[in-house]
């Protein structure tokens, strides 16, 4: 399975920040990525603001998951 190199390296990235930030658009891919390198937590996070994002009344264009666990 073949990701975006930009996303891998967001999500790697995300390890050190804490912090994860993309376009709405773009959350299956973030959420397909960060299961295949089984980044749970990133997981969990994605598929949270995925249902938000898929209710009628939430439209944010960006997406901002904090991924620290604590």
């Known amino acids: ?13 995300s390890c050190y920040t804490g912090i994860l930030q993309f ?3 773009e959350i299956v891919n973030y959420l397909t990525a960060a299961s ?6 990133v997981v969990e ?11 009628p009344r939430s439209r944010s264009p ?3 998951i904090p991924t620290s666990n604590t």
Request: glycine share 2%; aromatic share 6%; with cysteine.
């Open 1 to 13: 399975m073949l990701h975006s190199s930009a996303v891998v390296c967001e999500l790697l990235q």
């Open 23 to 25: 376009s709405a658009k």
């Open 36 to 41: 295949y390198l089984q980044m749970e937590h």
């Open 45 to 55: 996070k994605c598929r949270g603001a995925l249902s938000q994002y898929m209710q």
């Open 62 to 64: 960006i997406v901002s």
